[in-house]
């Protein structure tokens, strides 16, 4: 399509479905394994149906990528206006234990200015952002070893949907998503997909924690689904 981009490696495309000619790139694989990740050259955008692409990152003093910008795992377009986007990024290293923390930037000016709307705490990859078919008001976030955010605000706020009770009867009350009695049970990649015709109606993949990051119990494969955006049975 374009001969414009750099060799990179490219996480995500997404169209805008009330301008098709608009499109926007995220660069950088921030899933791979549960740490290793490979840095890309972050958010490009296109306003020519793909033609030619202009890098739209966060900036720092210097006017160069902000270094958080340099491994994009999904975007999400508004509906109705295509300046609004949000996404999902972690700028960790290339190997297990890299101490960086997820992050979710939103903009609504296509890039000119971003808002940063919630940060992970260290090693929680942001690996996903996934708005409902059938409301885009609501976004859910997946993020390795915790679990699910939720947003009914359209990316603006985000927060623990609530008691979803993965592990056995154990209470989803952490801040964060889902709260880890021990090293032996706790997530690793999580994976999350969205009902077309509810948007209430979510599925849930989870793995076992990474082994190199002290992981030392059975490994383990689940599926969860919550037919009210909040409790999950597997």
């Known amino acids: 399509i374009t001969s414009d981009l750099k060799n990179s490696y490219i996480s995500t495309i997404e169209q805008s479905k009330s301008n098709p000619n608009i499109f926007y790139v995220g660069t950088g694989n921030s899933w791979q394994y549960e740490e290793a990740g490979q840095y890309g050259g972050s958010v490009y955008r296109s306003i020519d149906g793909g033609v ?3 890098n739209i990152s966060l900036k720092d003093s210097l006017g160069n990528i902000d270094f958080r910008f340099r491994s994009i795992s999904d975007i999400v377009i508004d509906e109705e206006d295509p ?3 949000s ?3 972690w700028p960790g290293g290339w190997y297990t234990n890299s101490p960086g923390s997820g992050f979710i930037y939103r903009s609504e000016d296509a890039g000119v200015s971003w808002n940063l709307l919630y940060i992970s705490r260290p090693l929680e ?4 952002l996934i708005p409902s ?3 885009n008001n609501i976004i859910y976030a997946s993020v390795s070893k915790n ?3 939720k947003s009914t605000d359209g990316g603006l ?3 623990n949907p609530g008691n979803i009770g993965l592990i056995g009867d154990i209470s989803y009350d952490h801040p964060d998503g889902i709260y880890k009695p021990s090293i032996t049970s706790n997530f690793g990649r999580v994976s999350v997909s969205v009902s077309h015709s509810d948007p209430n109606t979510l599925y849930l993949a989870a793995v076992n924690e990474f082994p190199a990051n002290g992981f030392t119990g059975t490994p383990f494969s689940k599926l969860y689904i919550s037919n009210n955006g909040r409790k999950h049975s597997s």
């Open 125 to 128: 990859r942001i690996t996903q």
């Open 147 to 149: 679990g699910v955010l």
């Open 83 to 85: 300046d609004v986007i």
């Open 157 to 159: 706020s985000w927060n």
């Open 87 to 89: 996404v999902s990024i």
């Open 133 to 135: 078919p059938s409301n």
């Open 52 to 54: 030619t692409w202009d």
